[in-house]
């Protein structure tokens, strides 16, 4: 089991080591970031351009410049920005800000979803079935921009009806929240609902489908009708054996999820101007900043192995096999 | 009577039904993929044959009409600057469907390759390709391609995105299409074709490609609504296809900023959006269905 985890381990850092070398590679040569100085008019002397691109390291090749940068990150320190800031005094800010964000729309998503794809198998093609059928087909149809963009609209006439600011749309936290910290609590749920169930939508659907079909797959089998014809309930034979079965392809599904969570989150943080992680990148990309970018797609690619390893995890909880193994 | 004769009377033509027979029956009784297929096939035909019936071009200003709401003049309206909102979601479903067929079918050609070398040779090819396909599955592919597409010409932005999407598009089909090799490798057939002689290039195209064809046209199919889907999202951000052209993702962007008084700008747009990618995965799945009929992935019955 040790020898495994350590195969595992060395297997992450070495996918690492080349997704950041790929990563900088690309930002070094397709950015130009003294581009903001060489446009100015009037053009700055060229000694300053040099001091500029000395600075930022422009002048020497791109793998010195990688290695440099890896013996920073290993220490914790990211390099700085194009500004001159270092990069970790806002990083660690704007990773809670999205950690937030995903998490909580990944586990509201994947708990509803899941209830609502059993639901649907137990009650084969009945309305409710066909109607949660098509909502989450509709659903997967539609893209994260778009459905940000319906829910504000949506909330706007929510808001416009009741007369009051129920939903907020644009930041964490208003700038005048004051009082207590009820109040302050209040805001910040009023902030977090729309965003997180953009994100939770995207998921919900997922899941429904693939859980439903993972648990009609179930339900025909022998083991359902053995425990049913020794006595127990329906619903404790459907739960007890038919949806912890069930739910072992989702296991590996939450794996594949997790890096549309990350891009979902990306689109979702822009629309609603939460200072997250997702929206530095988009900033960073025009204000064409490698640090930033390559620290944010370490991060990223950091989530989607913790994403596989924790399906590994759960999957070896769910099924016995897998533990034997 | 002959024997040979009993044998060929015992098998009523009319009754055999060869395998693309019996996939396309399949296909058809499947009432709402059909519909979701005959949709696409108009609104791609259609996007490119009627721009030249408009009045107007995707680039014509009316000043006489700016941001109006739906009328006679203006089937879906006009945007601020007064162009005709229906002119230009043609022109963005032009792009926006050219883009995901292309990248469908180069990612498709990619995976179908990849999966099958990797699968049949197995050995160092094989731990070489799966780390790429590890890796490209480690980084966020829609933010790597954020950073090289606005350093392209925009003539050839299009171009570069088509490239870039079915680069990052082809790693989890090609793991199917591998796991599939590895089982075909064993096989009788596989196996006297290479007792024979037959070379190793001549074993795949002949003896393994046709028989992980129908997962190939199965990801191809869904892999067309997931292009289309990244081209938005990259041009709805502002890396994808840049102005003066537009593509679905870049007018759901210009309609997002006066949606709240003028939501037509951004309904029009997305609705169409919606409306392609839905029929994308009804005829996909519908695909899965009717190819492979035993996996019952997502559409699944009960089987006792």
Same mark, same amino acid.
């Given at each position: 089991?040790?020898?495994?985890?350590?195969?595992?381990?060395?297997?992450?850092i070495v996918?690492?080591?080349?997704?950041s070398?790929?990563t900088?590679?690309?930002?070094?040569?397709f950015?130009?970031p003294?581009?903001?100085?060489?446009?100015?008019?009037?053009?700055?002397p060229?000694?300053v351009?040099?001091?500029?691109?000395?600075?930022?390291?422009?002048?020497?090749?791109?793998?010195?410049?990688?290695?440099?940068w890896?013996?920073?990150?290993?220490?914790?320190?990211?390099?700085?920005?194009v500004?001159?800031?270092?990069?970790?005094?806002?990083?660690?800010?704007r990773i809670?800000?999205?950690?937030?964000?995903?998490?909580?729309g990944?586990?509201?998503?994947?708990v509803?979803?899941?209830?609502?794809?059993?639901?649907?198998?137990?009650r084969q093609?009945?309305l409710?079935?066909?109607v949660?059928t098509?909502l989450?087909?509709?659903?997967?149809?539609?893209?994260?921009?778009?459905?940000?963009n319906?829910?504000?609209?949506?909330?706007?006439?929510?808001?416009?009806?009741?007369?009051?600011?129920v939903f907020?749309?644009?930041?964490e936290?208003?700038?005048?929240?004051?009082?207590?910290w009820?109040?302050?609590?209040?805001d910040?749920?009023?902030?977090?609902?729309?965003?997180t169930?953009?994100?939770a939508?995207f998921?919900?659907a997922?899941?429904?489908?693939?859980?439903?079909?993972?648990?009609?797959?179930?339900?025909?089998?022998?083991?359902?009708?053995?425990?049913?014809?020794?006595?127990?309930?329906?619903?404790?034979?459907?739960?007890?054996?038919?949806?912890?079965?069930?739910?072992?392809?989702?296991?590996?599904?939450?794996?594949?999820?997790?890096?549309?969570?990350?891009?979902?989150a990306?689109?979702?943080e822009k629309?609603?101007?939460?200072?997250?992680?997702?929206?530095?990148?988009?900033?960073?990309i025009?204000?064409?900043?490698?640090?930033i970018?390559?620290?944010?797609t370490?991060?990223?690619?950091?989530?989607?192995?913790?994403?596989?390893?924790?399906?590994?995890?759960?999957?070896a909880l769910?099924?016995?096999?897998?533990?034997v193994? | 009577?002959?024997?040979?004769?009993?044998?060929q009377?015992?098998?009523?033509?009319?009754?055999?039904?060869?395998?693309?027979?019996?996939?396309?029956?399949?296909?058809?009784?499947n009432?709402?993929?059909?519909?979701?297929?005959?949709?696409l096939?108009?609104?791609?035909?259609?996007?490119?044959?009627?721009?030249?019936?408009?009045?107007y071009s995707?680039?014509?200003?009316?000043?006489?009409?700016?941001?109006?709401?739906?009328?006679?003049?203006?089937?879906?309206?006009?945007n601020?600057l007064?162009?005709d909102?229906?002119?230009?979601?043609?022109?963005g479903?032009?792009?926006?469907?050219? =883009?995901? &067929?292309?990248v469908?079918?180069i990612?498709?050609?990619i +995976?179908?390759?990849?999966? #099958?070398i990797?699968? /049949?040779? !197995?050995?160092?090819?094989?731990?070489?390709l799966m780390?790429?396909?590890?890796?490209?599955?480690?980084?966020?592919?829609l933010?790597?391609i954020?950073?090289?597409?606005?350093?392209?010409?925009?003539?050839?932005?299009?171009?570069?995105?088509?490239?870039l999407?079915?680069v990052?598009?082809?790693?989890?089909?090609?793991?199917?299409?591998?796991?599939l090799?590895?089982?075909?490798?064993?096989?009788?057939?596989?196996?006297?074709?290479?007792?024979?002689?037959?070379?190793?290039?001549q074993?795949?195209?002949?003896?393994?490609?046709?028989?992980?064809?129908? =997962?190939? &046209?199965?990801?191809?199919?869904?892999?067309?609504?997931? +292009?289309?889907?990244g081209? #938005?999202?990259?041009? /709805?951000? !502002?890396?994808?296809?840049?102005p003066?052209?537009?593509?679905?993702?870049?007018?759901?962007?210009?309609?997002?900023?006066s949606?709240?008084?003028?939501?037509w700008?951004?309904?029009?747009?997305?609705?169409?959006l919606?409306?392609?990618?839905?029929?994308?995965?009804?005829?996909g799945?519908a695909?899965?269905?009717?190819l492979?009929?035993?996996?019952?992935?997502?559409?699944?019955?009960?089987?006792?």
């Amino acid at each position: 089991m040790t020898g495994f985890l350590l195969r595992r381990l060395l297997k992450y850092i070495v996918l690492l080591m080349f997704a950041s070398f790929l990563t900088f590679s690309l930002a070094s040569v397709f950015f130009h970031p003294l581009d903001s100085l060489l446009q100015r008019n009037p053009r700055p002397p060229q000694v300053v351009i040099d001091a500029k691109a000395a600075e930022l390291d422009l002048d020497k090749p791109i793998p010195v410049r990688y290695a440099k940068w890896v013996s920073g990150a290993v220490r914790g320190d990211f390099g700085t920005t194009v500004g001159g800031q270092p990069v970790s005094d806002q990083l660690w800010r704007r990773i809670g800000v999205s950690l937030r964000l995903v998490v909580l729309g990944s586990v509201i998503g994947t708990v509803v979803g899941v209830v609502l794809g059993a639901w649907g198998a137990i009650r084969q093609y009945r309305l409710s079935d066909r109607v949660i059928t098509v909502l989450s087909l509709l659903v997967l149809s539609i893209p994260t921009f778009v459905m940000a963009n319906l829910l504000i609209l949506a909330a706007l006439r929510v808001n416009s009806v009741l007369g009051v600011q129920v939903f907020e749309y644009t930041g964490e936290t208003s700038a005048a929240a004051s009082g207590s910290w009820w109040s302050h609590f209040v805001d910040r749920v009023q902030h977090l609902v729309l965003p997180t169930l953009t994100l939770a939508f995207f998921a919900m659907a997922g899941y429904s489908r693939y859980q439903r079909n993972a648990m009609l797959d179930v339900l025909g089998q022998d083991f359902i009708r053995t425990a049913r014809s020794k006595g127990l309930t329906r619903r404790r034979a459907l739960f007890k054996h038919g949806l912890r079965t069930a739910l072992i392809p989702m296991a590996t599904l939450f794996a594949y999820s997790v890096s549309g969570l990350v891009t979902g989150a990306v689109f979702t943080e822009k629309i609603f101007g939460w200072h997250g992680i997702g929206e530095w990148y988009i900033q960073s990309i025009s204000t064409e900043d490698t640090n930033i970018v390559v620290a944010v797609t370490l991060l990223g690619a950091v989530m989607i192995l913790v994403g596989g390893l924790l399906s590994d995890v759960i999957l070896a909880l769910l099924d016995p096999r897998v533990r034997v193994a | 009577m002959t024997q040979a004769a009993v044998v060929q009377q015992g098998v009523e033509t009319a009754q055999f039904a060869s395998r693309r027979t019996l996939v396309l029956r399949r296909l058809l009784r499947n009432e709402p993929a059909v519909v979701a297929l005959i949709l696409l096939v108009v609104l791609f035909v259609g996007c490119y044959a009627l721009p030249p019936f408009l009045p107007y071009s995707y680039t014509d200003l009316d000043y006489s009409a700016l941001q109006e709401p739906p009328s006679a003049e203006h089937l879906f309206g006009t945007n601020s600057l007064g162009q005709d909102l229906l002119a230009q979601t043609l022109r963005g479903m032009q792009k926006s469907m050219l =883009i995901g &067929i292309c990248v469908a079918l180069i990612s498709a050609t990619i +995976a179908a390759t990849v999966g #099958t070398i990797a699968g /049949y040779f !197995g050995g160092w090819r094989d731990t070489m390709l799966m780390f790429v396909v590890d890796l490209l599955l480690v980084v966020p592919s829609l933010l790597l391609i954020g950073i090289i597409t606005p350093s392209t010409k925009q003539s050839r932005t299009i171009f570069w995105l088509i490239l870039l999407l079915a680069v990052f598009g082809w790693m989890i089909s090609s793991r199917m299409v591998r796991g599939l090799t590895m089982s075909l490798r064993d096989r009788e057939f596989v196996q006297a074709a290479r007792y024979m002689g037959v070379a190793n290039r001549q074993i795949i195209v002949h003896h393994i490609i046709p028989n992980v064809a129908s =997962i190939v &046209i199965i990801d191809t199919a869904l892999t067309v609504g997931a +292009a289309i889907l990244g081209e #938005t999202g990259l041009s /709805y951000l !502002g890396f994808g296809v840049r102005p003066p052209d537009v593509s679905l993702g870049t007018l759901i962007a210009d309609g997002t900023s006066s949606m709240t008084t003028f939501p037509w700008v951004f309904l029009f747009p997305a609705g169409v959006l919606v409306v392609i990618l839905f029929c994308a995965i009804l005829v996909g799945d519908a695909l899965r269905d009717a190819l492979d009929p035993t996996s019952r992935k997502l559409r699944g019955g009960r089987r006792t």
